[in-house]
T-cell receptor, first 114, second 117 residues
Framework: SQQGEEDPQALSIQEGENATMNCSYK?????LQWYRQNSGRGLVHLIL?????REKHSGRLRVTLDTSKKSSSLLITASRAADTASYFC??????????????FGKGTHLIIQP | GAVVSQHPSRVICKSGTSVKIECRSL??????MFWYRQFPKQSLMLMAT?????????EQGVEKDKFLINHASLTLSTLTVTSAHPEDSSFYIC?????????????FGPGTRLTVL
């Protein structure tokens, strides 16, 4: 069943601004991942954060994880037009951790206005 | 980084025919691959887990006789949509996890868009 929930479902901002997307999940996890998907294309892995980590950075990306609230956020700083895509969080909520498939959130469609 | 390919990238078929989709890990071995389905403007839903040398594990509501999965080697899994119908039209994406990898990252293929007429 779909457990991850992102908000907002759609976000439109001006180029150069920061974009923040949130994700919530329902059960315990070993890790949470964020992916990007351009329209009609495959997924690009952005970042993985483990349950014992609170924050992680990768370039212009910053991910936080709050296991007490079962939520995560993805911040994209200094957004660019090329960041326009759908962003999904995914968790390993099934027993067995990484040996099992991922549970994806509904996604946030991000539009960067030039 | 690890690369996963899918073939074909796009397929159009008539209702009632069967379609085979291949998923290959190009530079690593994967004992486990996963098949997802994504309907337009929706998220990915796990269909089944493909295990090398053993039977696939299907998610609830996914018909195993309709979606045949074969994981013949450590680098290849195939999904066959049998007797396809228009409601099977969707974007099918596979992923694989590197058996030797030190992370739980799953690497996704580029997807296969299936259109059933």
């Amino acid at each position: 069943s779909q457990q991850g929930e992102e908000d907002p479902q759609a976000l439109s901002i001006q180029e150069g601004e920061n974009a923040t997307m949130n994700c919530s999940y329902k059960t315990s996890i070993n890790n949470l991942q964020w992916y990007r998907q351009n329209s009609g294309r495959g997924l690009v892995h952005l970042i993985l954060i483990r349950s014992n980590e609170r924050e992680k950075h990768s370039g212009r990306l910053r991910v936080t994880l709050d296991t007490s609230k079962k939520s995560s956020s993805l911040l994209i700083t200094a957004s660019r037009a090329a960041d326009t895509a759908s962003y999904f969080c995914a968790t390993d909520e099934r027993a067995g951790g990484g040996a099992d498939g991922l549970t994806f959130g509904k996604g946030t469609h991000l539009i960067i206005q030039p | 980084g690890a690369v996963v390919s899918q073939h074909p990238s796009r397929v159009i078929c008539k209702s009632g025919t069967s379609v085979k989709i291949e998923c290959r890990s190009l530079d690593f071995q994967a004992t486990t691959m996963f098949w997802y389905r994504q309907f337009p403007k929706q998220s990915l839903m796990l269909m089944a887990t493909s295990n090398e040398g053993s039977k696939a594990t299907y998610e609830q509501g996914v018909e195993k006789d309709k979606f045949l999965i074969n994981h013949a080697s450590l680098t290849l899994s195939t999904l066959t949509v049998t007797s396809a119908h228009p409601e099977d039209s969707s974007f099918y994406i596979c992923s694989a996890r590197d058996v030797l990898g030190f992370t739980d990252t799953q690497y996704f293929g580029p997807g296969t868009r299936l259109t059933v007429l």
